[in-house]
Every structure is written in structure tokens, then in C-alpha cells.
Nanobody, 128 residues
Framework: QWQLEESGGGLVQPGGSLGLSCIAS????????IGWFRQAPGKEREGVSC????????DYVDSVKGRFTISRNHAYHVVNLQMNSLKPEDTAIYYC?????????????????????RGQGTQVTVSS
């Protein structure tokens, strides 16, 4: 039985940092692409970042470049999203998703529907 579980969400002031984790069970992430998505109230879900475990490629949506970093914890089936210099517009539910690597660099333009496995999400609120 596979499962993806997000953790690390919460409330943070503007300019602060949070680290999200996507914890996989029942999946071996060695051959997967992992994506992070977010959905704010009244807005469509957007791709935030992705990492292809096979070729090591990463991608970020322009609005988070230089502030967010995606990485894999090789000791565990975990992919992290470190979020720094957070802004109120980063407020959203953040989801992770996984799909077998297509053998090409990942892109945040891949919609969540194209990922085979998806988590339930964790709330991130940036507010003073």
C-alpha cells in the first residue's frame, strides 16, 4: 500500500522559513519524479517545484526561484522543500506527488493529474 504524506506546514511571518517534507511509503523513490504543487483559495493549483531522482534535474516556478530549494534525503524515502523568504502570496495548501520518471528532466509545467501518486496536502500560511 503506497502513501505520500506531507509534513512541515504551519504559520510563519513574512520573511520567515519553513521546511516541507514529502514522506513516501510503499514506494522506492529511486526511480521517480517528485513534484510539489500548491493551491491557494480561489486559485488554480500550480506546480511549485520538481525533482527527477534518476537524472537529478530540478525545476521551479519563477515566483519561488532563489527562495525555495527541493532536495532528496537519500537515507530515507523523503523529498524536502525548503522555503525561505516567504511571502503572503505563498500561502496555500502544498501537495507532493510522485510518478515514475519519464527519463527526461522534470518540469513544473507537468500537471498534477499526470502524477500517479498524490498526497493530501499541508497548509502553509504566511501572515504577520
Amino acid at each position: 500500500q503506497w502513501q505520500l504524506e506531507e509534513s512541515g506546514g504551519g504559520l510563519v511571518q513574512p520573511g520567515g522559513s519553513l521546511g516541507l517534507s514529502c514522506i513516501a511509503s510503499g514506494l522506492t523513490l529511486d526511480y521517480y519524479t517528485i513534484g510539489w504543487f500548491r493551491q491557494a483559495p480561489g486559485k488554480e493549483r500550480e506546480g511549485v517545484s520538481c525533482i527527477d531522482i534518476v537524472d537529478g534535474s530540478t525545476d521551479y516556478v519563477d515566483s519561488v526561484k532563489g527562495r525555495f530549494t527541493i532536495s532528496r534525503n537519500h537515507a530515507y524515502h523523503v523529498v524536502n522543500l525548503q522555503m525561505n523568504s516567504l511571502k503572503p502570496e505563498d500561502t496555500a495548501i502544498y501537495y507532493c506527488a510522485a510518478t515514475p520518471s519519464p527519463g527526461s528532466p522534470c518540469t513544473v509545467l507537468t500537471p498534477p493529474e499526470d502524477y500517479q501518486y498524490r498526497g493530501q496536502g499541508t497548509q502553509v500560511t504566511v501572515s504577520s
